[in-house]
């Protein structure tokens, strides 16, 4: 195939990153969460699409929920467990869940198969958001355009 040109990009080309700025102890449990930055790649600036493969017993995140961001997940292979405060629930292939801003319903996906899980997750780029997390000592506020983590009382890591 000859090489694709903007607007059109293929995902395969794109490097995947499997950094966090998550301060341990919480980065290790999102060590085999590997993300292909797609919307960056084709200049989106108002929302990002990302196409993560989650490799067996990692978790995509720690349970969290934003202040002004909604979130989309699209399950594309494998198996995902879906944690939210209504429990635990299977998502395989085909099936999807959203995250409305403001909801106080802390969410997260965790791969208890066997097998990498690939899903596409889409959220805004909301100015100045927050995420709140349900289950951690952990907050995040986005300043000037970056994450930057604190314990809930505002105290630093470290």
């Known amino acids: 195939m000859s090489e694709l040109k903007l607007p059109a990009i293929d995902p395969a080309t794109i490097a995947e990153i499997s950094q966090s700025g998550y301060p341990e102890p919480y980065r ?3 060590a085999g969460r590997h993300r292909r930055r797609l919307g960056d790649a084709a200049g ?5 699409v990302n196409l993560v493969r989650l490799d067996p017993g990692s978790e995509s995140s720690m349970r969290h929920w934003h202040e002004k961001q909604d979130e989309f997940i699209y399950v594309l292979e494998g ?3 879906l944690v939210t405060n209504a429990g635990r629930q299977k998502l395989g292939a085909g099936m999807a869940a959203g995250f409305a801003k ?4 802390g969410h997260q996906l965790v791969n208890e198969s066997g097998k990498p899980a690939m899903y596409l997750e889409v959220g805004d780029r909301t100015p ?3 995420a709140n997390y349900s289950d951690v000592d952990l907050a995040v506020r986005m300043i000037d355009g970056k994450w930057v983590f604190s314990r809930k009382d505002g105290s630093k890591f470290g």
Do not use: H, I, P, Y
Not at 102 to 105: A, F, I, L, R
């Open 79 to 81: 198996e995902v467990t």
């Open 128 to 130: 100045d958001d927050s």
């Open 44 to 48: 989106l600036t108002n929302f990002g």
């Open 28 to 30: 290790s449990r999102v």
């Open 102 to 105: 403001g909801s106080g319903d």
